[in-house]
């Protein structure tokens, strides 16, 4: 018997969020930059005997078995594992099976913890039933989990960031997505980790009509909402620009002027606890701050004077955040399998 893991990373987004959604893409092209962060997501499969599959869940502590015909083809996706039977549908498994899922970051932290695990399942049960993915393949099979099989509006930055780790610029025309790896040196790398301040305030609260309000926008073709778009994406393009110059003034005012763009995309993306924070971060040093993600909660990310890290991340703590330590993550998607005495049979990766 046979046990399959993969490991991916979450991501901390910078600049150009919403951009990367292909309807959007389609009208307006976009532009991401995020990195990829060490708060993993967990997949392991294992063979077992039979033709049952086991599912468990430690982020929800939820327990589910059932025959595999019926993983595949349940057609109820909502719950604890409907991502997992959504990857069971793509990459049906022939026998028995026991999935373990497990995530590292905070839930609703806004760092792209469901993409990273649905590049998990996707590399994981690939390595199970032999179906191995390319980059590009793997990311476009975690992104169709969310949005055709579970059908929930999603951009693609995410799923990119998991699969290939270390800091990205992304171009999004429709649904074509282009990767740049930014040459970080060493020196740069450690200096973004010691500027970028991560703080989690609990569960985004986001209400459930965020999407319709902005694709009601978008398909009313709200110029408002266009120039917005717009001008999210040239941000993302100067951003880039400060990252690799090594500018983290000029980067922090990009981070600031995205978040005032994402707050005029819907009213509930900020709140007062977040409002809060960012007064604090203004009084301890933050030249700038945006929520990760789509916002209404969930982690925020500051970028701090040089000598400011240590006092900010404090004050946040404070005034009621949970500080998050990281490190960028130079690698995406690691999938390695091991046998039931325990040798490694093969280990691969994407960078």
């Given at each position: 018997?046979?046990?399959?893991?993969?490991?991916?990373?979450?991501?901390?987004?910078?600049?150009?969020?919403?951009?990367?959604?292909?309807?959007?893409?389609?009208?307006?092209?976009?532009?991401?930059?995020?990195?990829?962060?060490?708060?993993?997501?967990?997949?392991?499969?294992?063979?077992?005997?039979?033709?049952?599959?086991?599912?468990?869940?430690?982020?929800?502590?939820?327990?589910?078995?059932?025959?595999?015909?019926?993983?595949?083809?349940?057609?109820?996706?909502?719950?604890?594992?409907?991502?997992?039977?959504?990857?069971?549908?793509?990459?049906?498994?022939?026998?028995?099976?026991?999935?373990?899922?497990?995530?590292?970051?905070?839930?609703?932290?806004?760092?792209?913890?469901?993409?990273?695990?649905?590049?998990?399942?996707?590399?994981?049960?690939?390595?199970?039933?032999g179906v191995p993915d390319d980059t590009k393949a793997t990311a476009e099979t975690a992104v169709a989990l969310e949005t055709e099989e579970l059908r929930i509006l999603s951009g693609k930055q995410d799923h990119y960031a998991s699969t290939l780790g270390g800091a990205q610029f992304m171009t999004f025309d429709g649904p074509d997505v282009t990767t740049t790896r930014l040459?970080?040196?060493?020196?740069?790398?450690?200096?973004?980790?010691?500027?970028?301040?991560?703080?989690?305030?609990?569960?985004?609260?986001?209400?459930?009509?965020?999407?319709?309000?902005?694709?009601?926008?978008?398909?009313?073709?709200?110029?408002?909402?266009?120039?917005?778009?717009?001008?999210?994406?040239?941000?993302?393009?100067?951003?880039?620009?400060?990252?690799?110059?090594?500018?983290?003034?000029?980067?922090?005012?990009?981070?600031?002027?995205?978040?005032?763009?994402?707050?005029?995309?819907?009213?509930?993306?900020?709140?007062?606890?977040?409002?809060?924070?960012?007064?604090?971060?203004?009084?301890?040093?933050?030249?700038?701050?945006?929520?990760?993600?789509?916002?209404?909660?969930?982690?925020?990310?500051?970028?701090?004077?040089?000598?400011?890290?240590?006092?900010?991340?404090?004050?946040?703590?404070?005034?009621?955040?949970?500080?998050?330590?990281?490190?960028?993550?130079?690698?995406?998607?690691?999938?390695?399998?091991?046998?039931?005495?325990?040798?490694?049979?093969?280990?691969?990766?994407?960078?």
């Amino acid at each position: 018997m046979s046990i399959h893991h993969a490991r991916t990373p979450t991501r901390i987004d910078l600049a150009g969020g919403w951009t990367d959604v292909p309807r959007f893409a389609e009208e307006v092209p976009g532009a991401v930059l995020n990195y990829a962060i060490t708060l993993y997501s967990h997949v392991r499969v294992e063979d077992v005997e039979g033709d049952r599959v086991m599912l468990r869940s430690l982020d929800f502590d939820e327990t589910a078995h059932m025959p595999v015909g019926q993983a595949i083809a349940d057609a109820d996706l909502t719950g604890p594992f409907g991502l997992v039977k959504a990857a069971l549908r793509r990459r049906p498994a022939r026998s028995g099976v026991s999935i373990l899922s497990r995530s590292e970051a905070p839930p609703g932290s806004g760092l792209g913890t469901s993409a990273a695990m649905g590049v998990a399942l996707v590399g994981a049960l690939g390595r199970a039933t032999g179906v191995p993915d390319d980059t590009k393949a793997t990311a476009e099979t975690a992104v169709a989990l969310e949005t055709e099989e579970l059908r929930i509006l999603s951009g693609k930055q995410d799923h990119y960031a998991s699969t290939l780790g270390g800091a990205q610029f992304m171009t999004f025309d429709g649904p074509d997505v282009t990767t740049t790896r930014l040459p970080l040196s060493p020196e740069a790398t450690a200096e973004l980790r010691r500027r970028v301040v991560l703080v989690y305030t609990g569960h985004s609260r986001l209400s459930s009509d965020l999407h319709e309000h902005v694709v009601g926008r978008f398909e009313a073709r709200d110029a408002g909402l266009l120039a917005t778009l717009r001008e999210i994406a040239a941000i993302a393009h100067d951003a880039r620009d400060a990252l690799v110059a090594g500018s983290a003034g000029e980067l922090a005012r990009c981070v600031a002027a995205n978040w005032e763009c994402q707050k005029a995309l819907y009213p509930g993306i900020t709140t007062d606890e977040i409002e809060t924070l960012a007064a604090t971060g203004r009084r301890h040093g933050a030249l700038g701050m945006k929520a990760c993600g789509a916002g209404g909660g969930g982690c925020l990310a500051f970028i701090a004077a040089d000598g400011a890290e240590g006092p900010l991340a404090d004050a946040l703590q404070a005034a009621g955040a949970q500080s998050l330590r990281y490190d960028v993550a130079e690698s995406g998607l690691l999938t390695w399998t091991r046998e039931a005495d325990g040798q490694s049979s093969s280990v691969s990766g994407m960078a």
